[in-house]
């Protein structure tokens, strides 16, 4: 019942008051039901109201639920992505909050193995990205 892609627009529309009057209610009720149907983008915007609660309430890990079925359901390319960065995003910063100790031991890791690679690459290629004396970076 209705266009996927008709609703998520009305949702659109409604979430910032573009040709139709600001109305969180309504936009909820739009992109859910396109995700209902997973239009990829509704799943997206619906995934970031999630987030920070605008129209429902605040939900983090069912965030993370419509990112992964946003995922799922774009095609390869940049809305795709987009996607995937928001969601590993939202999960770092949930991993940080949840469990500070462990994030800050995988971040150090992350860290060190970033300076082992830095470290193995020759000095020809770290020399080539400074500018020359007298030069202006």
Do not use: C, H
């Amino acid at each position: 019942k209705g266009d996927a892609n008709a609703e998520f627009y009305a949702g659109a529309m409604y979430s910032v008051g573009d040709g139709a009057r600001k109305n969180f209610p309504e936009a909820v009720k739009m992109f859910e039901s396109a995700a209902a149907k997973e239009q990829p983008d509704a799943l997206n915007a619906l995934a970031r109201l999630y987030v920070v609660g605008d129209g429902v309430d605040r939900d983090v890990d069912k965030a993370v639920a419509l990112y992964e079925r946003a995922i799922a359901a774009y095609p390869e390319g940049e809305a795709k992505e987009n996607a995937i960065a928001q969601k590993d995003a939202l999960v770092a910063v949930l991993e940080e909050q949840r469990d500070p100790e462990a994030f800050a031991a995988k971040k150090a890791a992350a860290e060190a193995a970033a300076k082992k690679v830095a470290d193995k690459t020759p000095a020809a290629a770290k020399t080539a990205e400074k500018p020359a004396a007298g030069q202006k970076p």
